[in-house]
């Protein structure tokens, strides 16, 4: 958050220093109020712009394979532009891929998957989930190098089989 804050002082310092510069070579012909209003706008800009597009950003940082699977959007009072196109605050996202250091499947019907949950100004957790695609279900951390016998007495979850992480583990997910 400090650095969301020094962000926008910067833009404000870099606006400002912009329109001085411009007005010192138009011989100071551009109206005083021009400079606090501009300033102003480019600081409410920026901020508006890193609220809705930090979702993006961190789902780019991660690997190709990592698929959006959860996306929460408010609105708030304090925000009153998020009444028009409700913010993103938090994301969750799976990843399959290599990079996410999975140990192998332990069965046929069974996928590892790592999960990721995102929250804006919080840090982020990462967990491994297993999911049972023949069973619809799926169980909770614990379960890395796990054998199919090692889990029939997990703690199973009952899922729609239309969930997007129960379909990206298992297959037919899409990126959203």
Known sequence: MLI?????IAIGFA????????NHMTGRRVPKWTMPAAVGVAMLGFTIWNEYSWANRYAALYPETAVVTFRNSQSQVWRPW?????VTTRMAMLDRGPEAELP????????????HLLERWKPSYALTV?????????ADAGVEGATAEDLTGANWLEIDRNDAAFMAACGGGVNG
Do not use: E, N
């Open 4 to 8: 969301d804050f020094i962000s926008m």
């Open 15 to 22: 606006i400002g220093g912009s329109l001085l510069l411009v």
């Open 82 to 86: 998020t009444y028009l196109a409700p």
């Open 104 to 115: 192998a499947d332990p069965g046929p019907d069974y996928r590892l998957a790592r999960i």
């Open 130 to 138: 297993v999911f049972d695609c023949a069973g619809g279900r799926r």
